[in-house]
């Protein structure tokens, strides 16, 4: 019964270990899939994944930044953090989606109804409804320093665009113009 001991408690170990998460990133898709979510929310290349007790995780990859093709581009950044709950996804970051020409950060991501086949993508200013059949396997990830020019264009332009959006808002600006040149 002795020799048993140590062999028990190496097995529980390495079970922990695995259970933890995977260097190939297995476990990343495991945990979308539990969480009645779509494993091709996250890109081929996750090289690392940790995910905490009230579902905060983090989510890395190996050649980042990197844009997958869905039916728009999406970015992802190096490191992917945010919290996830059965169907959704909230306080998302690190993923950004291109829509008529410019970047959105994506916010949060929620599947209401299975049935549905609908994913919802949460970018601040709209929600944009995908099929989750796009996101049944996981997307290649193209590094943006393979990205044409034209691509690097855009890219720029989205990152001024985000910055600005971060800035104030138009409308007291429009207010504040509007009032001076009333004067």
Partial sequence: MRGWHPFL???????????????????????????????GLLPKGVSEFRLDQEGRFEARLDAAPCTARFESDVRYNATITGTISPGQIAGLSGVSALDLFLWFLVRAIRVDDQTSGIIHFDVGVVVKRLPLTLFETPPDCVPVSSLSPDDHFLLEASRIAALVSKSQSGAPRYQLETQESSI
Avoid: Q, T, W
């Fill in 9 to 39: 408690l190496s097995f529980f170990f390495l079970a922990c270990v695995c259970a933890a998460g995977s260097g190939d990133g297995g476990s990343a898709y495991e945990v979308l899939r539990s969480h009645g979510l779509p494993i």
